[in-house]
Each structure stands twice: as C-alpha cells, then as structure tokens.
T-cell receptor
Framework: ETGVTQSPTHLIKTRGQQVTLRCSSQSGHNTVSWYQQALGQGPQFIFQYYREEENGRGNFPPRFSGLQFPNYSSELNVNALELDDSALYLC????????????FGQGTRLTVV | EDQVTQSPEALRLQEGESSSLNCSYTVSGLRGLFWYRQDPGKGPEFLFTLYSAGEEKEKERLKATLTKKESFLHITAPKPEDSATYLCAVQLGSSNTGKLIFGQGTTLQVKP
C-alpha cells in the first residue's frame, strides 16, 4: 500500500468557485506531481514541485496553481472552476533516486456543477 | 508531438485466455516506459519500468516488453482479479522532471 494520501476523496463545487486539494507524500519523497484524469482518459500532467519550488508545468492555465510545504506535502488550487475541470485529480510522489511517479494517491474526484 | 497510443481500448477475455496489450509511442527521446494498473475510482498502481529496447520484466501473470517503437503487456492465464484498466506512460529524455505522458488506457475484463 502506498503512503501517498489525498483529501478530500470526493468534492462537489459550483462553476466559478475555488477549490483546494491536498496531498501528503510518501515519507522521504521530496517531489510531488499533480495529474488530472478525465473520465475514460489517461492522466495529464499539471505540474511538479521539488523542494517547495515549481519544477515543470503542463498545458494548464494559470488558474491552476500549487504549493509545496517544508514537510513536502502539497496543495493544488483551482480558481474560477469550469465544468470541464470535473475529473479525478491525482498526486504522485517520488524521491530523486527512485522511480519517478512510482506512487500515486487514491485521487480526489472533483465534480463541478 | 510526443504521443502514446494504447490498443485495444477495451478487451474481454475468458479466465485462462492469454493475450497482449499494446502501447505504441512517438517521442523525441525515451528515458523510460511505465506500466500501471488502475482499478475504478482509484489511483494508478505502479507495475513496471522499462528503459531500453529488448528489456523484459515479469510480475506474476504479467510480462512487459519494450522495442524502439512500442511496448507489450502480456497477460498469461488471466484471472478475474486481473480486471482493471492498464495504463502505459513514457518519460521523455529531455524532461528535467518526472513528468509522464500517458496513453488513454486499455480496460481489461476477465470473465470466470
């Protein structure tokens, strides 16, 4: 069982609202990545954080932002929610010497209505 | 454009009926190819990483192979508990992050 935990597991928000999703990485892992997975699709890379700095970003607008804290946990913030933001949001953690994206959390299912 | 394509999209097998899933990729430079299993409503579970053409890895009824253009996930004598979506992903050689580019997945159903 992986040590990556995400909260909440499910969330329903209204279009235009803001949401914060949380991720606790596996012990010893200082790199956290966030992915968006629409229904029936593979995950898409949003961004990665390494030692509290953004270390790469996918093709997502600036209203998707993140943070990483000194304990390596992370947040994903999405402003001005749109209906198309409805998806499973996944967090993955890794260590510099380990297999990248080896451990995913169970995800947060976000529904925007 | 870097791209990963999996086929078939869905596969139904009888218990014990062996088959293979395909992952073809078009990328500028491959650092590694990854296979994951994903159960409904859950996060992907890491299975294998392959780094060079000709490499093979096995785990229970699963064997992954890699060529210069594609990877196969062979499932030998599958059981109903092997039913899941199998995701393939690539990490680019040019990437300074662990960013993975995923295919859309193959949903496998194994009937008893």
């Amino acid at each position: 069982e992986t040590g990556v935990t995400q909260s909440p597991t499910h969330l329903i928000k209204t279009r235009g609202q803001q949401v914060t999703l949380r991720c606790s990485s596996q012990s010893g892992h200082n790199t956290v990545s966030w992915y968006q997975q629409a229904l029936g699709q593979g995950p898409q890379f949003i961004f990665q954080y390494y030692r509290e700095e953004e270390n790469g970003r996918g093709n997502f607008p600036p209203r998707f932002s993140g943070l990483q804290f000194p304990n390596y946990s992370s947040e994903l913030n999405v402003n001005a929610l749109e209906l198309d933001d409805s998806a499973l949001y996944l967090c993955a953690s890794s260590s510099p010497r380990g297999v990248p994206e080896a451990f995913f959390g169970q995800g947060t299912r976000l529904t925007v209505v | 454009e870097d791209q990963v394509t999996q086929s078939p999209e869905a596969l139904r097998l009888q218990e014990g009926e062996s088959s293979s899933l395909n992952c073809s990729y078009t990328v500028s430079g491959l650092r590694g190819l990854f296979w994951y299993r994903q159960d409904p409503g859950k996060g992907p579970e890491f299975l294998f990483t392959l780094y060079s053409a000709g490499e093979e890895k096995e785990k229970e009824r699963l064997k992954a192979t890699l060529t210069k253009k594609e990877s196969f996930l062979h499932i030998t004598a599958p059981k109903p508990e092997d039913s899941a979506t199998y995701l393939c992903a690539v990490q680019l050689g040019s990437s300074n992050t662990g960013k993975l580019i995923f295919g859309q997945g193959t949903t496998l159903q194994v009937k008893p």
